[in-house]
Nanobody, 124 residues
Framework: QAFLVESGGGLVQAGGSLRLSCAAS????????MAWFRQAPGKEREFVSA????????SYADSVKDRFTISRDNVKSTVYLQMNSLKPEDTAVYYC?????????????????WGQGTQVTVSS
């Protein structure tokens, strides 16, 4: 059973920054594509960003491009999401996800493992 544990969420003012971390265990991390999704109250879970197995390729939702940066450390089995210039509309529960087949995907249904989520709240 694989485990993904997110951390780093919290309350921040608009324009501020947060860095989310997702530590993986019980899975061969280097073979997994890693992603971040988010879900706001009353909304569907949406893609935020993903990173390839090597870390060389990344993908971002248009709403976060140029503000968020995804990265991974295959030695520490951890994926990060650096979030800058945060906006109130970024408020959501952020989830880490993993898949070990295919290429970077944007659909939640493609991912096999999920963390429990970490709350990010951006005040105006």
């Amino acid at each position: 059973q694989a485990f993904l544990v997110e951390s780093g969420g919290g309350l921040v003012q608009a324009g501020g920054s947060l860095r989310l971390s997702c530590a993986a265990s019980a899975l061969p991390f280097r073979t997994y594509i890693m992603a971040w999704f988010r879900q706001a109250p009353g909304k569907e879970r949406e893609f935020v960003s993903a990173v390839s197995r090597s870390g060389d390729d990344t993908s971002y939702a248009d709403s976060v491009k140029d503000r968020f940066t995804i990265s991974r450390d295959n030695v520490k089995s951890t994926v990060y999401l650096q979030m800058n210039s945060l906006k109130p509309e970024d408020t959501a529960v952020y989830y880490c996800a993993a898949k070990n087949w295919g290429v970077i995907g944007l659909r939640a249904g493609e991912y096999d493992y999920w963390g429990q989520g970490t709350q990010v709240t951006v005040s105006s």
